[in-house]
């Protein structure tokens, strides 16, 4: 059916993400989330939740962190010299490159005399996230869309156009 949730589908999505009690996204019927099913835009545990769904399908998705921004490791940090991160503050969010050109985002979490340490953890490393989601609209992915692995529209921003995006997971 052309309005059931599988591969190859534009997905668009109200959608409210809470996590420790806390809202932390929201997208609205008029200005919904949109994304590409079966290409990893989303967690793991709502792409699972929302397989074979319909427009019109309203469901409360509670997802455990292994099914979704995965456990927190605390090893998953480095410590920096005050020199090579020059103007940094506590909480501040900073991009790393590595040397294959990798990016990396990591959190500053602590600041020591003269010695930083970033955490390179996702935000939501660990976390249980409880998704309350509408079904708004489904449709096929062009075939451009299936090649950069997410999808085109006036109101996603949230994509990076960038023909690179998939390495960068
Ligand atoms: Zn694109």
Do not use: C
Not at 4 to 29: F, H, R
Not at 92 to 114: M, Q, S
Not at 134 to 156: T, Y
Request: glycine share 10%.
């Amino acid at each position: 059916m052309s309005d059931t949730i599988g591969s190859e589908k534009v997905v668009s999505l109200a959608l409210t993400l809470t996590v420790d009690g806390e809202v932390v996204e929201e997208y609205s019927a008029e200005e919904p989330f949109d994304y590409l099913h079966g290409a990893e835009n989303v967690v793991p545990g709502l792409e699972a939740a929302l397989d074979g769904r319909k427009v019109g399908d309203k469901l409360t998705v509670t997802v455990p962190p292994a099914e979704g921004f995965g456990e927190y490791d605390p090893e998953d940090f480095e410590i920096f010299d005050e020199d090579d991160l020059e103007g940094a503050e506590l909480g501040a969010a900073v991009v790393l490159e590595d040397e294959d050109g990798y990016l990396f985002e990591g959190i500053i979490t602590e600041i020591n005399d003269g010695e930083i340490k970033v955490d390179f953890n996702p935000m939501w490393a660990g976390k249980t996230l409880n998704y309350q989601v509408e079904v708004l609209g489904v449709r096929d992915a062009d075939a451009e869309e299936l090649e950069h692995g997410h999808p085109h529209g006036a109101d996603v921003d949230e994509y990076e156009d960038d023909e690179d995006w998939e390495d960068e997971e």
